[in-house]
């Protein structure tokens, strides 16, 4: 239907319940074009079964207002002009908007701490999938801002807007198992198939037509309603002695999901709406605003930590190598003292063993020369050779031991080279 801009909505509704009482109407075949005059109002009639339940219609127009009437209540209407359209559709939910792009932000965020952490080969706390759910919550909550009207019917992605509520509490399931599961093993199994078996269970009762999703948003809402309990209440068991700040800061987080689901089953009963999810959407925000500066702290802290104590261990090895070091000086002082003390003992040995052999050979030639006895002589004989290996080998021991003690003396003499 194409108005001008003064029609009241009241008075559009008058005129098309005139002209369709006074049969100022003609059948078309469909589809079906048009290029209207100025001013020119242009009505469609038509039956809709409730075999076409749930299916969406699709039309255009240019430089027209639109009004969709359904038993004569208004169910659609698209502003007259392009700049108006976004003027009234951005300016009204700016703040959502805004909620949105946080929430994507936080995400983001969460996915580039996870990079962080698996390329420095930090322990994994889950931000993966903390991520993804922000992610899907981001969504979510801009596509019920209903932006995506400025490019397209909004009404084809509402049907996807319910497959990701039961994704959201998936990904919290998912996140929660894989940071506290070494605690509370059985509890968080439970929970993430508790989880899985509502999301399979909604999908089937979509796909038999038994009932829709936009119908169980309140039990996919008291589903994350439940994950945040469970969640509040293992982490105040975990650190309730020691009360630390990050836990307190997880579970303010928690109780701020927990409250946003609360009032979003709250405004979903009252209101009878399945797409009045502010106070979700807004908790949503906060809650991942909370998270990433949670994680951001983590992940600075334990950089801090792996820090103090690669310094720990640098200085560990600084002492381990000083102490090294002067053991082996110690050692090679000792080494040097012991060989010159061997250098000395031997230099002496051989002074003194040299001297009672000389005596030994002197004597022993008295014998050679002065006896007249064959056998005599052979004996003295065989001791004069023993001694004088002996004596030479005292004396490769003496120049041995000068070697060692730095005092050989190298005699520089000409020598005969025909020898």
């Given at each position: 239907?194409?108005?001008?801009?003064?029609?009241?909505?009241?008075?559009?509704?008058?005129?098309?319940?005139?002209?369709?009482?006074?049969?100022?109407?003609?059948?078309?075949?469909?589809?079906?074009?048009?290029?209207?005059?100025?001013?020119?109002?242009?009505?469609?009639?038509?039956?809709?079964?409730?075999?076409?339940?749930?299916?969406?219609?699709?039309?255009?127009?240019?430089?027209?207002?639109?009004?969709?009437?359904?038993?004569?209540?208004?169910?659609?209407?698209?502003?007259?002009?392009?700049?108006?359209?976004?003027?009234?559709?951005?300016?009204?939910?700016?703040?959502?908007?805004?909620?949105?792009?946080?929430?994507?932000?936080?995400?983001?965020?969460?996915?580039?701490?996870?990079?962080?952490?698996?390329?420095?080969?930090?322990?994994?706390?889950?931000?993966?999938f903390l991520g993804l759910a922000g992610l899907v919550a981001g969504i979510y909550c801009f596509i019920g801002t209903d932006t995506l009207s400025i490019f397209?019917?909004?009404?084809?992605?509402?049907?996807?807007?319910?497959?990701?509520?039961?994704?959201?509490?998936?990904?919290?399931?998912?996140?929660?198992?894989?940071?506290?599961?070494?605690?509370?093993?059985?509890?968080?199994?439970?929970?993430?198939?508790?989880?899985?078996?509502?999301?399979?269970?909604?999908?089937?009762?979509?796909?038999?037509?038994?009932?829709?999703?936009?119908?169980?948003?309140?039990?996919?809402?008291?589903?994350?309603?439940?994950?945040?309990?469970?969640?509040?209440?293992?982490?105040?068991?975990?650190?309730?002695?020691?009360?630390?700040?990050?836990?307190?800061?997880?579970?303010?987080?928690?109780?701020?999901?927990?409250?946003?689901?609360?009032?979003?089953?709250?405004?979903?009963?009252?209101?009878?709406?399945?797409?009045?999810?502010?106070?979700?959407?807004?908790?949503?925000?906060?809650?991942?605003?909370?998270?990433?500066?949670?994680?951001?702290?983590?992940?600075?802290?334990?950089?801090?930590?792996?820090?103090?104590?690669?310094?720990?261990?640098?200085?560990?090895?600084?002492?381990?190598?000083?102490?090294?070091?002067?053991d082996a000086d110690a050692a090679r002082h000792d080494a040097l003292a012991a060989n010159e003390e061997k250098g000395k003992f031997l230099a002496r040995m051989?002074?003194?063993?040299?001297?009672?052999?000389?005596?030994?050979?002197?004597?022993?030639?008295?014998?050679?020369?002065?006896?007249?006895?064959?056998?005599?002589?052979?004996?003295?004989?065989?001791?004069?050779?023993?001694?004088?290996?002996?004596?030479?080998?005292?004396?490769?021991?003496?120049?041995?031991?000068?070697?060692?003690?730095?005092?050989?003396?190298?005699?520089?003499?000409?020598?005969?080279?025909?020898?």
């Open positions: 239907m194409l108005w001008q801009e003064q029609e009241s909505q009241s008075g559009r509704r008058e005129f098309v319940k005139a002209a369709l009482e006074n049969g100022e109407y003609q059948k078309v075949k469909l589809p079906y074009s048009e290029k209207s005059e100025a001013s020119k109002h242009i009505v469609f009639a038509n039956k809709i079964t409730n075999d076409y339940a749930g299916q969406v219609i699709n039309f255009t127009t240019q430089n027209a207002d639109v009004c969709v009437f359904l038993d004569g209540d208004v169910i659609y209407q698209y502003i007259e002009t392009w700049d108006k359209l976004v003027i009234g559709v951005v300016g009204n939910n700016i703040a959502d908007i805004g909620c949105c792009l946080l929430i994507i932000i936080m995400a983001i965020i969460m996915f580039v701490l996870a990079i962080i952490r698996r390329y420095t080969c930090q322990p994994l706390r889950g931000e993966f397209y019917d909004v009404q084809e992605v509402y049907g996807m807007q319910e497959y990701l509520v039961l994704l959201l509490p998936l990904f919290l399931s998912i996140y929660l198992e894989k940071n506290l599961h070494i605690i509370y093993p059985r509890r968080f199994s439970v929970l993430l198939y508790f989880v899985s078996i509502n999301a399979v269970v909604q999908i089937l009762l979509q796909m038999a037509g038994i009932r829709y999703l936009e119908d169980m948003v309140n039990i996919s809402a008291g589903v994350i309603v439940v994950v945040c309990l469970v969640a509040i209440v293992s982490l105040i068991q975990f650190d309730y002695k020691n009360k630390r700040f990050q836990t307190m800061l997880s579970v303010l987080a928690m109780l701020v999901l927990l409250s946003g689901g609360i009032a979003n089953i709250i405004i979903n009963t009252i209101f009878k709406s399945i797409h009045v999810n502010i106070a979700g959407q807004y908790s949503m925000t906060v809650f991942s605003i909370m998270m990433a500066v949670i994680h951001i702290l983590q992940l600075s802290k334990e950089y801090r930590a792996n820090a103090e104590e690669r310094v720990k261990v640098a200085e560990q090895q600084n002492c381990l190598l000083i102490q090294a070091k002067k051989s002074h003194e063993i040299r001297t009672p052999i000389n005596a030994v050979l002197g004597m022993d030639e008295m014998i050679l020369r002065e006896s007249k006895e064959r056998n005599i002589k052979e004996y003295a004989m065989d001791i004069h050779m023993a001694g004088q290996t002996l004596l030479s080998l005292i004396n490769d021991i003496l120049d041995f031991s000068k070697i060692d003690s730095g005092k050989m003396e190298i005699v520089s003499v000409e020598y005969d080279k025909t020898f």
